[in-house]
């Protein structure tokens, strides 16, 4: 099949990989973070981040669920092609769109109440859960890097929770960062993040295509 032999060092290195992808993007939640870092604290906007991850993991669960349900059709060879030649496209998409977003206009927005760490979490949250567009990318993913694998329990709960590592590393260095820049941090360091991410996604989805299309594996 497929996914045989499977190494738990891979699915963990593919775990904090798509952990990192589905996070770096700077969205509403990403905007969210910065301006919390710099008109609260660090902790503030690193927090925010966590309650990212935590939906991010939720839909990614989700995800994974759904595609262990059909292990027939993704036994088939001819049917994985097709799928993570999908998968490569759509994160090639990703990608572009990644590159051309433009930031909210402003990331000094007046606040004069913190709020408590926990509603900080909570509000973040919410704004990625509020977005279930994101189980697209997380198949995508799963898909281009074959990181289902049914009936290997232990090493898939270890990705899963490499993704949530994932997350949350890149939203503690995203948070660490800015505060330390956050006298130069405005809209164009956002672009240009974003150019720099969409770029590496882009790079990455022609390089699953070329793969693909030669038959060679990512492991």
């Given at each position: 099949m497929w996914f045989e032999p499977?190494?738990?060092?891979?699915?963990?290195?593919?775990?904090?990989?798509?952990?990192?992808?589905?996070?770096?993007?700077?969205?509403p939640v990403g905007v969210l973070c910065i301006r919390r870092t710099l008109n609260k604290g660090r902790w503030y906007?690193?927090?925010?981040?966590?309650?990212?991850?935590?939906?991010?993991?939720?839909?990614?669960?989700?995800?994974?669920?759904?595609?262990?349900?059909?292990?027939?059709f993704l036994e088939d060879k001819d049917n994985m092609f097709y799928l993570q030649m999908a998968g490569s496209?759509?994160?090639?998409?990703?990608?572009?769109?990644?590159?051309?977003?433009?930031?909210?206009?402003?990331?000094?927005?007046?606040?004069?109440?913190?709020?408590?760490?926990?509603?900080?979490?909570?509000?973040?949250?919410l704004v990625t859960f509020s977005n279930p567009l994101i189980i697209f990318l997380f198949v995508a993913l799963f898909a281009r890097f074959t990181f289902v694998v049914p009936e290997h329990v232990v090493p898939q709960s270890l990705g899963y929770l490499s993704i949530l590592a994932g997350a949350l590393a890149w939203w503690f260095a995203l948070a660490y960062a800015v505060d330390k820049v956050r006298s130069r941090f405005d809209l164009k360091g956002i672009r240009r993040l974003n150019r720099i991410i969409g770029t590496a996604v882009i790079l990455a989805a022609l390089a699953g295509l070329a793969i693909t299309l030669t038959g060679l594996t990512w492991h």
């Open positions: 499977v190494s738990t060092l891979d699915l963990i290195l593919k775990g904090l990989l798509i952990g990192i992808v589905a996070s770096a993007p700077m969205g906007g690193f927090v925010t981040g966590v309650g990212a991850a935590f939906s991010d993991i939720l839909y990614a669960l989700i995800t994974g669920f759904g595609m262990s349900f059909v292990v027939e496209v759509m994160l090639f998409f990703f990608g572009l769109y990644t590159f051309v977003c433009k930031p909210a206009p402003s990331i000094h927005p007046p606040s004069n109440k913190k709020g408590t760490l926990a509603h900080n979490l909570a509000t973040g949250f």
